[in-house]
C-alpha cells in the first residue's frame, strides 16, 4: 500500500481528501505544520480540529506545535504581500516534502487542495516542481469535489469551522466589510 503524508491546513478541508485518498487505497498520514494561522488562539482551534478528523477517520497525524513559528512565515511573506500566498504554500510544501523524505513516504499532499478559494494551480506547480525526480512524489488530487461532503461532515461532528484561511491578512480582508460598516454608524 503505497504512503501518502497529507499536509492539513484544518479538520474540516482534510475531511474530504482523507475519505478520498483512504479509497483509493492510500495509507494517509496526516502532517500539521502551519506558521501561517494567527493568532495563536486560532492555531490551537485549527490543531484541535484537525486531531477530532484524525481520530474519526483512523489516521495518525503529525504535529510539529514546537516548530510553531510565525516570524518564519512574517519573514517569507513580508514585502512580497501581493504575492504572499505563493509564499505561503511554497514554505509549507517544502516543509511536507523533508519530513515525507525523513519518513520514506511515497507521495505527499495537501488539504489546502480542497479549497474553492485558495490558488489550486499555484499549489499543483510548486508540489509538482518541488518533487522533481525525487523519491517522494507530489499527488495531485482536485479535492474541491468534495467541498459540500467536508462541510456537511465537519458541522455534524461540531467541529470548529474557520472564517478566513488562517493568516492577518486573509483575516483582515475577511472582516474589513464589518470595520466599513463601523463608519457608516
Known amino acids: 500500500m503505497a504512503r501518502v503524508l497529507l499536509h492539513i491546513c484544518c479538520g474540516p478541508c482534510a475531511i474530504a481528501p482523507v475519505r478520498r485518498l483512504q479509497e483509493e487505497g492510500f495509507e494517509v498520514t496526516g502532517f500539521f505544520w502551519n506558521p501561517n494561522i494567527h493568532p495563536l488562539q486560532e492555531y490551537i482551534r485549527r490543531r484541535q480540529s484537525a486531531a477530532e478528523m484524525a481520530e474519526q477517520l483512523g489516521i495518525s497525524i503529525i504535529f510539529k506545535d514546537s516548530e510553531y513559528d510565525p516570524k518564519l512565515w512574517f519573514r517569507a511573506v513580508s514585502y512580497r504581500e501581493e504575492n504572499r500566498c505563493f509564499h505561503c504554500y511554497a514554505l509549507r510544501l517544502e516543509r511536507a516534502l523533508s519530513i515525507a523524505k525523513r519518513g520514506k513516504f511515497d507521495y505527499f499532499s495537501t488539504s489546502i487542495l480542497y479549497s474553492r478559494k485558495q490558488k489550486h494551480d499555484v499549489v499543483r506547480q510548486l508540489g509538482e516542481d518541488m518533487a522533481l525526480d525525487g523519491p517522494v512524489q507530489f499527488l495531485y488530487r482536485d479535492f474541491r469535489e468534495g467541498w459540500e461532503e467536508g462541510i456537511e461532515t465537519s458541522k455534524e461532528w461540531g467541529m470548529y469551522r474557520q472564517q ?20 457608516k454608524k
Do not use: I, M, P, V
Open 164 to 183: 478566513y484561511c488562517g493568516c492577518l491578512y486573509s483575516e483582515t480582508e475577511r472582516y474589513a466589510r464589518e470595520l466599513r460598516d463601523l463608519g
